[in-house]
């Protein structure tokens, strides 16, 4: 699926393109900073990013849309940034309107690859460049792909209960696989990464496998309907390998009402404040942490280049396993974070120690190294 992975550092050196700091907002008239308008401005397209909703992780709206807009800010590009909302209608609407308003690169996070391909390909018809950005569209006709190595965090997540589940020194656990959208090919790529872990435990016989079963949407809610299920169907289960923080959180909230939360270790994903918290709290085991601000840098940077007529090299490529086509790529580096590890992300700046350490959380982000 993929080749040329690089660490985040020498990915972003790699794609460093000299942009100068001009300012400017959102869908405004970008300026130096004596006042007048930026020649950089000037040479350059509108860049039209669709998120694609609020509910599946906190992360869009939170993380990608803040550093998105700082980056083509401080380039003194207009930019347009909209979030579709878990709606198909409304994402190519969207990509219609910010086409008609003179939109040179069209910046997707697609909801599933049927509507993104067809959003690609009217762009590609108008003249548009496009990035898939963190979820590749499968037959998609996106320029570049920007994301991480998806299978390394799906890998880590896998090692991550695995190393839980050896603390509680668990006797051949049955595990519980709660899994993303069947829609998102990240999700895929997520459950490649951590079977690829599990299946050789589940084959010597140490663990066994429970109830496996993907939720639609990344949907929270029915996450939590889904996992009750499980639960009921499959009481012993001792482990859950929850796809995203989102996910994991469902899956906690029905062990507390069993009073089984904190002992049956929990995966997650995204680091985010509630998955932090729920790894403090001692319900969740593990979230794989992804450096937002180095992704939305590298796909501005990319954006930026196509709006000035560029054609950036990448550092990798990624094969679409619908297409065959190698699509011109940057993967970044996930990392595991534990317990002990949460301060990482507050020294990274992704969340702060205000936000994270409030009430109870206090004591246990004193005792986890948060300063």
Request: aromatic share 6%.
């Amino acid at each position: 699926m993929r080749k040329g992975i690089l660490t985040i550092g020498a990915t972003v050196a790699a794609l460093s393109l000299g942009l100068t700091a001009c300012g400017g907002d959102d869908g405004g008239t970008s300026a130096s900073a004596s006042g007048a308008p930026s020649a950089t401005a000037a040479s350059v397209g509108k860049i039209g990013v669709i998120l694609p909703d609020s509910k599946s992780s906190a992360r869009w709206e939170t993380a990608d849309r803040k550093y998105l807009k700082e980056a083509f800010d401080a380039a003194g590009v207009e930019s347009d940034i909209q979030n579709a909302q878990g709606d198909k209608t409304a994402f190519q609407t969207i990509a219609d309107q910010m086409i008609t308003n003179g939109a040179k690169v069209l910046v997707i996070v697609n909801l599933d690859s049927g509507t993104g391909k067809a959003v690609l390909d009217k762009a590609q018809s108008q003249g548009v460049a496009t990035i898939d950005y963190d979820r590749l569209t499968l037959g998609g006709s996106a320029s570049y792909y920007v994301s991480f190595d998806n299978e390394k965090v799906g890998q880590l997540q896998g090692e991550g209960l695995v190393k839980c589940l050896t603390d509680d020194k668990a006797d051949k656990p049955i595990i519980a696989e709660l899994n993303g959208s069947p829609t998102d090919n990240n999700a895929t790529l997520f459950k490649n990464g951590y079977d690829s872990v599990l299946k050789a435990k589940y084959d010597s016989g140490d663990y066994v496998k429970g109830p496996d079963q993907s939720v639609p949407d990344w949907d929270n809610a029915q996450a939590g309907t889904i996992f009750e299920t499980m639960l009921t169907q499959e009481p012993k289960i001792a482990g859950v390998l929850a796809a995203n923080d989102g996910l994991g959180n469902a899956a906690i909230a029905v062990l507390k009402k069993e009073k089984l939360n904190g002992k049956v270790p929990v995966t997650g994903q995204d680091a985010t404040v509630q998955g932090l918290q729920n790894i403090l709290a001692g319900d969740q085991c593990m979230t794989v942490y992804k450096a937002i601000k180095k992704e939305a840098d590298a796909a501005a940077q990319l954006a930026i280049a196509l709006a000035k007529g560029e054609k950036p090299a990448a550092p990798a490529n990624t094969k679409d396993p619908e297409s065959g086509r190698d699509v011109p790529s940057v993967l970044l580096d996930p990392q595991p974070i534990y317990f002990d590890s949460v301060k990482d992300v507050v020294a990274d700046g992704y969340v702060t120690k205000d936000e994270l350490c409030t009430g109870d959380f206090a004591a246990k982000c004193t005792e986890a190294g948060v300063s």
